[in-house]
């Protein structure tokens, strides 16, 4: 349990900060100007894909988990696993009802 | 025997790791909660995409922008008021946890705005205008409200947190010793930036 102890103290500088920030507007910039473009359907796959990006950098870095045990990220694992069942079936149910 | 009551005294049973725990489980519900929203969303835009995208028109780019940018900045100052305890600079934390108050409040003020707008313009839930619309606007404009006002909802829950916090700090219940709290309503905010990221292109960004 002393292990714990030892992570508490992990520090992430202000700067690093700053530049995860940078990153998450300039995702921002990008998605906005895409969806300008007339890309048919590509359109939402490209944004959720920066969606999931930037989600990707503040769950590591604003909120840590980088720095969490691996219990931390079975947690989300399975999480986001439930998540895309319930979206996956209700897709498929709807696929068939239709 | 009065020397170890006095280490037990001083010695409070504190678990730091359990209570980041706890707030990641919650966190989990929270991800449920709003994905079964979002499902309906998925669901509701493939039946009718065309007219998802024409009420898209309606909302103001600019202001989910504005918005979005708010949200992500305080985050990121929300973020660093946890560095700043942890460096025992509690000034500065403190500051931090305004300067992210204070974008919670710019949030708020401009999705009033936008809303205010919507309902001037007779589109809001139940309306006479709205409910002579197709279908799928109907549905769009339904969503929109019951997720974005969920989302804002989690924004003043989040404002209440970060108040309780520096009434903590003043107290000395927060220090840089132990500010597992500020961790957990810091992850808490994170969590109304991270659904917002989702909530920006898909409500904003149809076109």
Same mark, same amino acid.
């Given at each position: 349990?002393?292990d714990?102890?030892? %992570? %508490?103290?992990?520090?992430? %500088?202000?700067?690093?900060? &700053?530049? &995860?920030?940078?990153?998450?507007? *300039?995702? =921002?910039?990008? =998605?906005?100007?895409?969806?300008?473009?007339?890309?048919?359907?590509?359109t939402?796959?490209?944004?959720?894909? &920066? *969606?999931?990006? /930037?989600?990707?950098?503040?769950?590591?870095?604003?909120?840590?988990? /980088?720095? %969490?045990?691996? &219990?931390? /990220?079975?947690?989300? *694992?399975t999480?986001?696993?439930?998540?895309?069942?319930?979206?996956?079936?209700?897709?498929?149910?709807?696929?068939?009802?239709? | 025997m009065?020397?170890?009551?006095?280490?037990?005294?001083?010695?409070?049973?504190?678990?730091?790791?359990?209570?980041?725990?706890?707030?990641w489980?919650?966190?989990?519900?929270?991800?449920?909660?709003?994905?079964?929203?979002?499902?309906?969303?998925?669901?509701?835009?493939?039946?009718?995409?065309?007219?998802?995208?024409l009420?898209?028109?309606?909302?103001?780019?600019?202001?989910?922008?504005? !918005?979005?940018?708010?949200?992500?900045?305080?985050?990121?100052?929300?973020?660093?008021?946890?560095?700043?305890m942890?460096?025992? !600079?509690?000034?500065?934390?403190k500051?931090?946890?305004?300067?992210?108050?204070?974008?919670?409040?710019?949030?708020?003020?401009?999705?009033?705005?936008e809303?205010?707008?919507?309902?001037?313009?007779?589109?809001?839930?139940?309306?006479?205008?709205?409910?002579?619309?197709?279908?799928?606007?109907i549905?769009?404009?339904?969503?929109?409200?019951?997720?974005?006002? $969920?989302?804002?909802?989690?924004v #003043?829950?989040?404002?209440?947190?970060?108040?309780?916090? $520096?009434?903590?700090?003043?107290?000395?219940?927060?220090?840089?010793?132990?500010?597992?709290?500020?961790? !957990?309503?810091?992850?808490?905010?994170? $969590?109304?930036?991270? #659904?917002?990221?989702?909530?920006?292109p $898909?409500?904003?960004? #149809?076109?």
């Amino acid at each position: 349990m002393s292990d714990h102890q030892h %992570e %508490e103290s992990h520090v992430i %500088e202000y700067g690093n900060y &700053i530049f &995860i920030w940078l990153g998450l507007l *300039a995702f =921002t910039g990008i =998605t906005v100007t895409v969806s300008g473009i007339n890309l048919g359907n590509w359109t939402i796959v490209i944004a959720l894909f &920066i *969606a999931c990006v /930037k989600s990707w950098y503040v769950l590591n870095y604003f909120m840590h988990m /980088k720095y %969490e045990d691996i &219990i931390f /990220k079975v947690f989300i *694992a399975t999480a986001l696993f439930t998540f895309f069942i319930f979206l996956g079936f209700t897709f498929w149910d709807y696929s068939f009802t239709r | 025997m009065s020397a170890t009551d006095h280490a037990a005294v001083h010695h409070v049973h504190r678990d730091d790791y359990g209570s980041r725990m706890g707030m990641w489980l919650f966190l989990f519900t929270e991800l449920i909660l709003f994905g079964g929203l979002f499902i309906i969303y998925a669901v509701y835009r493939f039946v009718h995409q065309q007219e998802f995208h024409l009420a898209a028109q309606e909302l103001n780019t600019t202001i989910g922008l504005i !918005n979005t940018i708010a949200l992500l900045t305080s985050s990121m100052t929300a973020a660093m008021s946890i560095t700043a305890m942890q460096k025992g !600079n509690v000034r500065f934390s403190k500051a931090l946890i305004w300067v992210t108050i204070g974008f919670a409040f710019v949030f708020m003020v401009n999705k009033y705005f936008e809303w205010g707008a919507k309902i001037s313009h007779g589109i809001y839930p139940g309306s006479k205008d709205l409910l002579a619309k197709p279908e799928g606007e109907i549905l769009y404009f339904g969503l929109y409200y019951v997720m974005t006002g $969920l989302h804002t909802l989690h924004v #003043i829950i989040g404002v209440i947190f970060f108040l309780f916090i $520096l009434r903590q700090i003043k107290q000395g219940k927060i220090a840089s010793d132990r500010y597992v709290r500020l961790e !957990n309503s810091a992850l808490y905010w994170h $969590l109304v930036d991270l #659904i917002w990221i989702f909530l920006f292109p $898909l409500f904003y960004l #149809i076109h």
